[in-house]
Structures are given as structure tokens and as C-alpha cells.
């Protein structure tokens, strides 16, 4: 099973990189509960962007590709995190935030067992919790990078 990109993956990373800068704008009236709320409804779709379904990403568990059911979506950098970083940030460091935006499909119990590490962030919290993640674009093992 290789991976399929979307057709339209570029133009739909590009609208949600506009959606993001928007976002980050001084807009009167804007509450910050809300915005916080769309910039991570903004991360869900960069990190699905890619893929043709949520659960057709790059990224996936090696047990997720012998399951059809109770699969999850992971952010592998928090969506918590990133939103805070994105309120935070100066305009011209929003790409190299969104760099981080990553999707990975994983099983509901390796879901759970992430979450035990929930004080890592990225690559680190697979690592630690043991999980194999295939590039679904390779079908090659996915080599972590060190953490940053």
C-alpha cells in the first residue's frame, strides 16, 4: 500500500497557510478563545492537507497498516504546543512552525500509549512509547531525527 498524495495537496497546504496568517492578524472583535479554537482547527487540516483521508498520511504506525478500524490521527508535534507557539510568533517564523505540522495514523491503544507522553514533543514522544513508523512514501522505516 503506498502512499497517494492528494491532487491537490500544495494549493490546499498554501489556503491553509493563508487561513493561519489571517488568523494571526489584529482583527477587532476577534476573541482569543477563538482564535486559538480555528488555528487548531487550521493545524488538523495542514496535517491532513497531504493525504487523501485523515487516515491516509505519510506517516504511519507499522501496526496500523494491519488494522481498517479504530485507527487515530496523531499530531506528532501537539497541536496545543503549535497553536501556542503560532500566538506567539513573529509572521516570518509561521512557516518554519508549520514545518512541524505532521500527521501520523496510528492504532486507537498506540494513540494512548502516546499520551503517556504527553511532557515529549515530535518524533521524541514515538520514540519513547516504541512505535515503528513507516514513510508510507519510501515504504521504508521512518529514521527519527534527534529532538529539537
Known amino acids: 500500500m503506498a502512499f497517494e498524495r492528494h491532487p491537490s495537496a500544495e494549493e490546499r497546504r ?3 497557510l493563508v487561513l493561519i496568517r489571517t488568523l494571526l492578524q489584529e482583527i477587532p472583535g476577534l476573541l482569543s478563545e477563538h482564535r486559538r479554537e480555528c488555528l ?7 496535517t491532513e492537507a497531504e493525504g487523501l483521508h485523515k487516515h491516509k498520511t505519510r506517516f504511519r504506525s507499522e501496526a496500523s497498516l ?3 478500524n479504530d485507527l487515530r490521527h496523531d499530531h506528532v508535534f501537539q497541536r496545543a504546543n503549535m497553536v501556542q507557539a503560532l ?3 513573529n509572521p516570518d517564523a509561521v512557516e518554519g512552525i508549520l514545518a512541524d505540522a ?3 495514523t496510528v492504532t ?3 494513540h494512548a500509549s502516546l499520551g503517556q507522553f504527553k511532557h515529549l514533543d515530535g518524533w521524541e514522544r514515538y520514540r519513547q512509547a516504541g512505535i515503528v513508523v513507516i514513510d508510507m512514501e519510501t515504504g521504508k522505516p521512518f529514521e527519527f531525527p534527534p529532538p529539537h
Do not use: F, N, P, Y
Open 102 to 104: 505532521v500527521g501520523c
Open 108 to 110: 486507537k491503544a498506540e
Open 87 to 89: 500566538m506567539q510568533a
Open 66 to 68: 494491519a488494522v481498517r
Open 14 to 16: 498554501r489556503s491553509v
Open 40 to 46: 487548531g482547527i487550521a493545524l488538523w487540516k495542514i
